[in-house]
């Protein structure tokens, strides 16, 4: 280059060297592993505050805001990885799992409604912790595998007020995260708990944490139920709009993760089994199909098809994994 410049005669022309900084946008895509090792930090972290709890020690606030920042930089940079994530059920830790859940899903449905790095972060607080009350509530009765007595259940039902004392007390949270896990279970229409006098709308990341506790609960297997399958429980977040749950966010939730979410386990019209990958975002019928089985049953090197090119395939609806014994994780 410099025998270039000098050939041509160019005056008042140095060559030299440039250091280039590269500046990594928050949002950019991240990898598989980005986001299971910020799903792993967050069922590491509820179960860091479950031990803590038992010794009367409180978690640091520094602590949790890093595990939130992961979850919500990855949220923003690849939703779909994180997603699939949501899918992970452990029967023995179930609260820990939960929580993980309903903050990525939250965080989902969040980012649909405004990118505020600041908004999100406070959400993704709340929803992480939105169940920490139950942690002190005593397991035999969140474990029962029948009804709650009427003392029992009064018990449970202080857990929002009991988890928003705990989080007031951490120096540094933003106070509506501590809203959050008050409101997560007043239910838009108010009449759910713990009531107000007089009544008032739920916060908005209060109804977002709403929809994805509802989701993630019905999705999952606890001792007094079966866990629902994915379209089913879409269907009763369908029905619970403009009463338990807020419609334009339900409205909003399907279209996040489609009628059948990701990670739902599917029988097409020709009898095969396939896998959700990730929804379709302009119909949520139509999503990207991980196909696994023949229709004769027989299992097949899988094959991905977008059903929003294949016009002439739909979904019949959702099955149960166990009814087949496909493990989900081997296939995503």
């Known amino acids: 280059l410099e025998q270039v410049v000098a050939a041509l005669g160019l005056q008042h022309v140095e060559i030299g060297t440039a250091a280039v900084i590269e500046r990594v946008d928050r949002t950019r895509a991240k990898t598989v592993e980005d986001a299971q090792a910020a799903y792993g930090g967050a069922v590491s972290l509820m179960r860091e505050i479950d031990r803590l709890l038992q010794v009367n020690r409180h978690v640091s606030t520094t602590r ?177 709009g403009g009463n338990s749950l807020d419609p334009a966010l339900v409205r909003l939730f399907v279209r996040l993760m489609g009628v059948y979410p990701p990670r739902s386990v599917v029988r097409l019209t020709a009898g095969e089994i396939g896998i959700v990958l990730e929804p379709s975002p302009s119909d949520p019928l139509r999503p990207v199909v991980r196909v696994i089985a023949a229709p004769s049953g027989d299992f097949m090197e899988p094959v991905d098809i977008d059903l929003m090119q294949a016009p002439e395939v739909k979904i019949r609806g959702c099955i149960d994994p166990q009814l087949l014994n496909i493990d989900v994780d081997a296939y995503i």
């Open 64 to 240: 949790v805001k890093g595990v939130v920042r992961s979850l919500v930089d990855n949220v923003l940079g690849n939703r779909y990885a994180m997603l699939q994530l949501t899918g992970l059920r452990n029967y023995d830790e179930y609260t820990f799992y939960h929580s993980a859940n309903v903050a990525i899903l939250s965080l989902a449905l969040g980012s649909m409604v405004t990118t505020d790095y600041r908004f999100l972060s406070s959400l993704g607080v709340g929803a992480l912790l939105h169940d920490i009350g139950k942690l002190s509530v005593d397991l035999d009765i969140l474990n029962k595998p029948g009804a709650l007595s009427p003392d029992e259940w009064a018990n449970v039902r202080l857990h929002p007020v009991h988890g928003a004392e705990m989080v007031s007390l951490l120096p540094g949270v933003d106070k509506s995260a501590v809203v959050t896990i008050l409101e997560h279970h007043m239910r838009f229409d108010a009449t759910g708990y713990p009531s107000r006098t007089p009544p008032r709308r739920q916060h908005l990341a209060s109804r977002i944490v709403a929809v994805a506790d509802s989701y993630d609960a019905m999705t999952s297997r606890r001792s007094y139920s079966a866990a629902r399958v994915q379209d089913e429980a879409m269907a009763m977040l369908a029905k619970s």
